[in-house]
């Protein structure tokens, strides 16, 4: 149980477009998804929180109408890279909490999404 | 959030037990310790977690120590398919703006080797 995905696994675009990221819990409901970032050989850095019904939580340094985040249902987060250019080129995970008890303390998380912009 | 420290990394045999340490001197009372780990290009998968009490699952041991400043992840017979970065965490349990956040550090490079 507890697993995450996302879709698409990896991502080529180019230089000006806006790239979709979906993140769905399969099995479980999240009430809290959380949206990540990770450089080549840097650990991953948290970008947003994600709560059903409500707007998302941006950590500081991250352009809210750069990384658009929307929590429509129980399993579904999508993120948006509005306007990518070479320097959003990374790799994209997303993590959810399931919303039932012990399971509630812990985060699982998504496969990742690679993008690359030319 | 309690900050860790972590080794850089460390080599196991395989068929050998696998102890990571950790080291959350400032843990608060309501902060859990997690335990994740990334293998090359993937997500972060999940191992364990606990707050004051050794924790044990099909994957591996969790032991925290009675002050709570240091813990040990142990992988009871590693094999190579364990090589990965293991990540130890600390997190708030409830309330606050920081719930359920995971500031993930460097963390320890476990390499097992035949």
């Known amino acids: 149980g507890a697993v995450v995905s996302q879709h698409p696994s990896w991502v080529i675009c180019k230089s000006g477009t806006s790239v979709k990221i979906e993140c769905r819990s399969l099995?479980?409901?999240?009430?809290?998804m959380f949206w990540y970032r990770q450089f080549p050989k840097q650990s991953l850095m948290l970008m947003a929180t994600s709560n059903e019904g409500s707007k998302a939580t941006y950590e500081q340094g991250v352009e809210k109408d750069k990384f658009l985040i929307n929590h429509a249902s129980l399993t579904l987060s999508t993120l948006t890279v509005t306007s990518a250019h070479p320097e959003d080129s990374s790799f994209y995970i997303c993590s959810a909490r399931d919303r039932g008890t012990r399971r509630q303390e812990t985060q699982y998380f998504g496969p990742g999404t690679r993008l690359l912009v030319l | 959030d309690a900050k860790t420290t972590q080794p850089t990394s460390m080599d196991c045999a395989e068929g050998r037990a696998a102890n990571l340490p950790c080291n959350h001197s400032t843990i608060s009372g309501n902060e859990y310790v997690y335990w994740y780990r990334q293998i090359h290009s993937q997500g972060p998968q999940y191992i364990i977690h606990?707050?004051?009490n050794n924790e044990t699952n099909e994957m591996a041991s969790l032991i925290i120590t009675e002050d709570r400043k240091s813990s040990t992840l142990i992988l009871p017979h590693a094999t190579l398919r364990d090589t990965a970065v293991y990540y130890c965490?600390?997190?708030?349990?409830?309330?606050?703006?920081?719930?359920?956040?995971?500031?993930f550090g460097q963390g320890t490079i476990l390499t097992v080797h035949p």
């Open positions: 965490i600390v997190s708030p349990l409830l309330g606050g703006t920081s719930y359920g956040k995971l500031t």
């Open positions: 606990g707050l004051k």
């Open positions: 099995d479980f409901q999240a009430t809290t």
